[in-house]
Structure formats: C-alpha cells, structure tokens
C-alpha cells in the first residue's frame, strides 16, 4: 500500500527555482519526450553561478530525474562512482506552472526519501501512477572511460532509448557528456552541484547542451573509515537539453 500512496503523491508534486523558464503557454507538442511546447523557454541562472554559461541552442527536453549518487570510501574520504537516475517529461509543468515545477525537486525528494529500501529506482519508474508511459523520457549514468588512464575515470550519459523511453530503440537518442563547467549549489552544501555539459564528440542527437540545476541532496558525508564500502545517497533535480536533432 505504501507503493501506491508514495506513486500518486509524486505524481501531484508541485512548486520555485533559480532556474526559471520564459512564461510560455501551453499547447499540444507531438514531439516524443516533450508533451508541451517549450522550445522558447530559456534557462536564467542567478548572477552568482556566472561558472555557468548561457544555452546557445534551443530548449528540447527538459526531465524530472530522481535516482542516487553512487559513492566508495577510499583514504578516509568518499569518492564518486556515479549516478544512476529516471528522467521524466517536466515540459507542460513548464508551460503551465512554472513555479510548482521549480519546487518539485525538493518535495519530491522528501517522497523519495520515505519509500522503502525495496523500492528502488526501477520499481518505482515501472510502477503505475507515478508518470504515464509517455511521461517517461530515459535513463541517466555512467561508464568506464574506455581510454583506461586517462580522466575522467567514468563517463555520463544520457540515453532516451530504453524500452518504453522517448524514443523506444533509437540509438540516436543519447548523448555522452564532456563537463564544461560546475559550481556549488546555491541551496548550500548538502546538494550536489549545478553542472553543464557539451555533447561529447557527436555522441548522439539528443542535445547540443545539457544542464543539471536545481539539485536537492545527494552528497555523502564528509569523511569515512571503511575503506572500500559503498553507499548510495538519494537526490533529485532537472535536466535540461538544448539542441537536440532528433
């Protein structure tokens, strides 16, 4: 029963951020991955995340993602071994409420937080009433650097693809990110930061640019003393995709 509760209140989640869209309104948009139109919205950030440079491209998608920051202990202190994340459809939060997309990082973070240890990131993007299927766009992660020794050591990307994803099948519809800039988060220390990327050496058509903003948690404790134990810290935030060709 739990399931059920914590699936629809996600799903209703509504609310503010620094990053704020162009008032736009809402229309039927029959591109996969974007139910509205926002091709007009543009991401402002506040002055002091000037690190973070203005989308050059059009606005494409732009994804709900919750999911957990993957950490190892090693020398006393935690080191990052990624992320594994679900995006979902945000476009007609967007277009008709602004301002409840803005605050659903942080309100879905405190659902996310409550379920269960059984429910995991894939239960919970498999389970009924917490996106419809069109709602929905792909998965986020890393990977090996396949040039063993040289840095990074893990790669991100993003992979629209997946079976019942935007673009079900499509292997055009990814992208592998090259970090191009990355500033703590303005909500403080606890959330991980806001980062922009390129497309990585024409990796695939889903964007030009890609942004994370709006972090909500995600950090691992300062220090450590099991050397070699894993732990996983739940987070949320938005992504956003500029210049897609797909």
């Given at each position: 029963m739990f399931?059920?509760?914590?699936?629809?209140?996600?799903?209703?989640?509504?609310?503010?951020?620094?990053?704020?869209?162009?008032?736009?309104?809402?229309r039927t948009?029959?591109?996969?991955?974007?139910?509205?139109?926002?091709?007009?919205?543009?991401?402002v950030f506040p002055q002091d995340l000037a690190n973070l440079t203005a989308q050059t491209e059009p606005t494409s998608f732009v994804g709900f993602a919750f999911g957990v920051q993957n950490y190892t202990c090693a020398d006393g202190h935690y080191k990052s071994d990624g992320v594994i994340a679900?995006?979902?459809?945000?476009?007609?939060?967007?277009?008709?409420?602004p301002h409840g997309f803005s605050e659903l990082p942080s309100k879905a973070l405190e659902i996310w937080k409550q379920a269960p240890p059984e429910i995991t990131i894939d239960k919970v993007n498999s389970a009924p009433g917490l996106f419809t299927s069109s709602q929905f766009q792909g998965d986020?992660?890393?990977?090996?650097?396949?040039?063993?020794?040289?840095?990074?050591?893990?790669?991100?990307?993003?992979?629209?693809?997946?079976?019942?994803?935007a673009f079900s099948g499509n292997l055009d519809a990814g992208v592998t990110g090259k970090a191009k800039a990355t500033v703590a988060a303005p909500t403080g220390p606890q959330d991980v930061n806001w980062s922009q990327f390129d497309?990585?050496?024409?990796?695939?058509?889903?964007?030009?640019?890609?942004?994370?903003?709006?972090t909500r948690e995600g950090q691992p404790p300062?220090?450590?003393?099991?050397?070699?134990?894993?732990?996983s810290v739940k987070f949320t935030c938005n992504y956003w995709f500029m210049g897609a060709s797909l």
């Open positions: 399931t059920t509760s914590f699936f629809l209140a996600l799903a209703t989640v509504s609310g503010l951020v620094s990053a704020r869209p162009a008032s736009l309104e809402a948009y029959p591109r996969p991955g974007t139910a509205c139109d926002i091709s007009q919205a543009k991401l679900r995006l979902f459809d945000a476009s007609c939060l967007i277009a008709n409420d986020y992660f890393f990977f090996p650097n396949p040039n063993q020794g040289e840095q990074p050591p893990i790669i991100p990307r993003w992979d629209f693809s997946a079976i019942g994803g497309n990585a050496e024409n990796s695939g058509k889903l964007g030009k640019q890609i942004y994370r903003t709006d300062p220090t450590c003393s099991d050397n070699g134990s894993k732990l």
